[in-house]
Nanobody, 122 residues
Framework: QVQLVESGGGLVQPGGSLRLSCAAS????????MGWYRQAPDSQRELVAT???????NYVDSVKGRFTISRDNAKNTVSLQMNSLKPEDTAVYYC????????????????WGQGTQVTVSS
């Protein structure tokens, strides 16, 4: 069992900034990767950014240069710094983690947080 808890969402004007955080807890050996996904109203959930345990990152094109994902492996947390926010960034943002339960395991488990609302509006 793994629990992911997001925080940091809210209402911000266009051009503003927010920082989302996600903390993982429970029983697992390691977190292979963590990421952020988002789902706007009447839209499909899409990947925003991911980061591996080796700090390799990946971003959707629409947020490159504006968002930065980071993680603290010791604390099992991941953050998303969002700058220059646009109305199109409005969505529920979900934390994701891919974990293994033992060393050198080839079995992975995918977990999701409950989501945090980000609204960008003037």
């Amino acid at each position: 069992q793994v629990q992911l808890v997001e925080s940091g969402g809210g209402l911000v004007q266009p051009g503003g900034s927010l920082r989302l955080s996600c903390a993982a807890s429970g029983s697992f050996f390691s977190i292979n990767a963590m990421g952020w996904y988002r789902q706007a109203p009447d839209s499909q959930r899409e990947l925003v950014a991911t980061i591996t345990s080796g700090s390799s990152t990946n971003y959707v094109d629409s947020v490159k240069g504006r968002f930065t994902i980071s993680r603290d492996n010791a604390k099992n947390t991941v953050s998303l710094q969002m700058n220059s926010l646009k109305p199109e960034d409005t969505a529920v943002y979900y934390c994701n983690a891919v974990v293994s339960t033992r060393r050198d395991s080839f079995t992975y488990f995918n977990y999701w947080g409950q989501g945090t609302q980000v609204t960008v509006s003037s």
